[in-house]
């Protein structure tokens, strides 16, 4: 049988036994139009003396070796095509999660103020080293100890944050006349874990250095918090303790002398 196309007029010579389970949509190759295809009616006897038909080769569009017919438009499952997309909306939001509790921790700490503790096991600070905490009430004098002038030193650290928050160890800078460093030590706070709004005391005694100091800057600098631990065990109850440190750097707040 020969199908023609209703928009361009290609033709295509199509196997009858193709449309035997009756009507089917079609699609032109050509054009791309579609429409509903007929089944070839039914064979009847015909008269003998009807006139031969006589067909011209060149209106007939065969159709191209390697095809069948013409494409046959099927439905869409969209059950099918939803449940595919599934995988892909779960790997999605996992990756948000997980960009979120990485990226947006400051957040989360004020929602959990528990999980602090939960990023510092896992290497993750929150915010900036020192951040909400305030070094304050400062103060710094010389003393003669068995012959030997030493400089003391002592002062607060207060939790400004809105979570529990340990407190990182404290550097402590004596600057000579010319504001470099002539001395560097570091001392820990007692207690080293503070709620909101609490209180950490420091103290700290060493050797006064050779040149003449003119100031003491305090800042805080990074370590294991294992360290700090371990340091407030040996420390017992008592302010925290100094060892000497060969590196400078100093912001944050500072004391006189």
């Known amino acids: 049988m020969i199908l023609v196309c209703p928009s361009c007029g290609t ?4 196997n009858p036994a193709a449309f035997t389970g009756g009507a089917r949509q079609v699609r032109c190759a050509r054009c791309s139009q579609e429409w509903q295809a007929e089944p070839p ?25 390697g095809s069948n017919l013409p494409a046959i438009i099927g439905k869409i ?24 509790f990485v990226y947006g921790r400051s957040t989360i700490v004020i929602w959990f103020p528990g999980m602090v503790e939960t990023y510092n ?4 600070r929150v915010g900036e080293l020192g951040a909400g905490l305030v070094i304050r009430n400062i103060r710094s004098e010389q ?19 809105a979570y529990m928050q340990s407190v990182p160890i404290i550097q402590a800078s004596a600057l000579g006349t010319d504001n470099k460093p002539v001395a560097i030590w ?28 003119v100031e003491v ?16 065990e040996s420390a ?13 750097g100093s912001h944050g707040g500072s004391g006189h002398h």
């Open 236 to 248: 017992g109850g008592e302010g925290g303790s100094s060892k000497g440190r060969s590196n400078a």
């Open 41 to 65: 009616p039914e064979e009847q006897e015909l008269p003998d003396d009807l006139p031969p038909v006589v067909e011209t080769p060149q209106a007939v569009t065969p159709i191209p070796p």
């Open 121 to 124: 096991g896992m290497g993750l």
């Open 11 to 14: 033709r295509y010579v199509v």
């Open 186 to 213: 570091e001392m820990f706070a007692n207690p080293i874990r503070l709620e909101p709004g609490g209180v950490a005391t420091f103290s700290s005694t060493v050797r006064y250095p050779e040149a003449t100091v």
């Open 217 to 232: 800057t305090l800042a805080f600098t990074e370590h294991e918090k294992q360290q700090a631990e371990e340091e407030e």
């Open 77 to 100: 499952d969209r059950t099918l095509l939803l449940w595919s997309l599934v995988p892909v909306l779960i790997f999605a939001l996992m990756l948000s999660a997980g960009l979120f």
């Open 143 to 161: 003393r003669l100890e068995s012959g030997a002038m030493m400089l003391a030193l002592d002062g607060e650290v207060v939790n400004g944050a």
